[in-house]
């Protein structure tokens, strides 16, 4: 079955870096990826999507980007701000219609 | 848009007593889903809805869990007899489209239950 796995480890990075997320995927590869931010006592909040055919996108300072041959996507935040601190999480659907999520990576930004 | 409701926020409730949690999503959503969050298993869909008929409730854990949605607007998921190992945060999250749909869901705010 498809499994989603993040970095567990949470990433410490300084203000005005570029913080940057991995997901890898198990299995066949998803028609789309999605990406949520989560922020304590909250629920996700969606992000990106990108589809199989789209190797990149972005979104103000976000840059996600879909590699099929190595089965990962890769979260990018430019000029990355205090604010930008939360769990994200990488998501997409099986083969049975169902969201699954990886455990997502909880993202520090010092200033 | 008030987006997804949930009641109540917080749930604290003795093992073998019932509990029942509210949603309400955005209007003019067809499919609502509930999950349950937790340290050890993330995020894990429960079971979900499209126009208001269940269509997966293979996540639910036990015969102990039970989802309605009586119409558009309103679902509950209840638990009868609550145990500790349920204590988590229980997320509600709705969808525009039904089906394998590529449409982003919305989130709850979630309610936390403790069990003790």
């Known amino acids: 079955s498809q499994k989603i796995e993040q970095n567990s480890e949470a990433l410490n990075i300084q203000e005005g870096k570029t913080a940057t997320l991995t997901c890898n995927y198990t299995?066949?590869?998803?028609?789309?990826l999605q990406w949520y931010r989560q922020d304590p006592g909250r629920g996700p909040v969606f992000l990106l999507l990108?589809?199989?055919?789209?190797k990149e996108k972005r979104k103000e300072r976000l840059k996600v980007t879909f590699d099929t041959t190595l089965k990962q996507s890769l979260f990018h935040i430019t000029a990355s701000q205090p604010a930008d601190s939360a769990t994200y999480l990488c998501a997409t659907y099986n083969q049975g219609g169902k969201l699954i999520f990886g455990q997502g990576t909880e993202l520090s930004v010092k200033p | 848009d008030a987006g997804v409701i949930q009641s109540p926020r917080h749930e604290v409730t003795e093992m073998g007593q019932e509990v029942t949690l509210r949603c309400k999503p955005i209007?003019?959503?067809?499919?609502l889903f509930w999950y349950r969050q937790t340290m050890m298993r993330g995020l894990e869909l429960l079971i979900y809805f499209n126009n208001n008929v269940p269509i997966d409730d293979s996540g639910m854990p036990e015969d102990r869990f039970s989802a309605k949605m009586p119409n558009a607007s309103f679902s509950t998921l209840k638990i009868q007899p609550s145990e500790p190992r349920d204590s988590a945060v229980y997320f509600c999250?709705?969808?525009?489209?039904?089906?394998?749909?590529?449409?982003?869901?919305?989130f709850g705010p979630g309610t936390r239950l403790t069990v003790t």
């Open positions: 209007s003019g959503h067809n499919s």
């Open positions: 990108i589809r199989e055919n789209e």
């Open positions: 999250a709705s969808r525009p489209g039904g089906g394998a749909a590529s449409y982003e869901q919305y």
């Open positions: 299995n066949y590869s998803p028609a789309y």
